[in-house]
């Protein structure tokens, strides 16, 4: 067996900009792998390395479990009705999630963030209603409470105290805040894959007012384009997505993936600090 050892290099945005700018550079992996590893090594530290063998591309997790980062093109390839959504890290990472302010259409598809690594959310989070229950905590949303994995629950309990200035200035959006349900042991509605709320990274809120598709004839539905702003940022900025970004909508549901909050947000930085931007501002400065 081949194998091969990548060191994670801790990097500032600006310097991780500067080596993918450049092609690659340090280390032998594409650029686009190191950017899904910074990422995955910032919001996982249980992540510490990457190997490589006839099957593909693994991550390696302190514990000594491994997970499957990208499958080799001659390995074979999921089977089944869902096999579409039995998908390596890479895959799970390859959509780039819009942050806010930005909400684009969602044609058939565009659904960045629901495709996911079943395998990472298990050696993260459990494989068993007991395993996941172990690491468990009680966090809440405006006084109510919902239970969530560990980093999940800190990462709710930020967003609250955010939520709650935020409130004090704007009540109105307390009905869209009303919480429905963090952690079940369950399959997604009308489908056979776990749920991500198995694995007590999801919660659900005011789904009286934020609808499902399987529940509602609209493709598109307009509330994906006039949701308050306010509360889906609230939540990004704290590594959730929202499910109101997938073609496959699902308004109510907000999930905890700081890997691909991290990515979206280290490709804008980068975005921002290209020669041709720069040269944007100065010229605008110059006017
Ligand atoms: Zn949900």
């Known amino acids: 067996m081949r194998l091969l050892l990548v060191c994670f ?15 690659g550079g340090l280390g032998v992996e594409p650029a686009a792998t190191r950017l ?8 996982y ?25 990208a499958r080799a093109w001659d390995a074979p390839a999921p089977a089944g009705p869902e096999a579409a959504w039995v998908v390596d890290v890479r895959t799970s990472m ?29 050696a993260l989070y459990g494989h068993s209603p007991a395993t996941v229950g172990e690491g468990l905590e009680q966090a809440f949303l405006l006084g109510r409470p919902v239970h969530l994995s560990r980093q ?5 309990r930020r967003a609250d105290a955010s939520l709650r200035e935020m409130i004090a200035l704007q009540p109105e959006l307390v009905p869209l ?38 529940w ?17 940022e609230a939540f990004e900025r704290e590594g959730f997505i929202w499910g109101g970004k997938w073609h ?20 804008r930085d980068m975005r921002a600090m290209t020669p041709q931007a720069k040269e944007g501002v100065e010229q605008k400065s110059i006017k």
Not at 9 to 15: I, K, M
Not at 36 to 43: A, G, V
């Open 9 to 23: 290099l801790l990097v500032s945005a600006s310097a991780l900009a500067r080596d993918l700018e450049g092609g």
């Open 36 to 43: 899904d590893l910074y990422c995955l090594r910032l919001s």
């Open 94 to 122: 390859a959509d780039i999630y819009p942050l806010e302010p930005e909400r684009p259409d969602t044609p058939l598809g565009f659904s960045p963030g629901r495709r996911r690594s079943h395998d990472l959310l298990q």
């Open 248 to 267: 496959e909508y699902d308004l109510m549901h907000f999930e905890y993936r700081p890997e691909l909050v991290c990515k979206a947000r280290t490709l």
């Open 152 to 156: 999940a629950a800190q990462a709710m």
């Open 45 to 69: 530290p249980s992540v510490t390395g990457l190997v490589e063998d006839a099957q593909g591309q693994w991550l390696l997790l302190e514990n000594g479990q491994r997970v499957l980062y």
């Open 216 to 232: 509602n004839p609209l493709r598109p539905h307009p509330m994906q384009k006039i949701y308050p702003s306010a509360i889906v």
């Open 177 to 214: 805040l009303v919480i429905d349900g963090g952690f079940t042991w369950r399959r997604i509605a009308g489908e056979q894959r776990l749920s991500p709320h198995a694995f007590g990274i999801a919660f659900d809120i005011s789904p009286h007012l934020a609808t499902y598709w399987r």
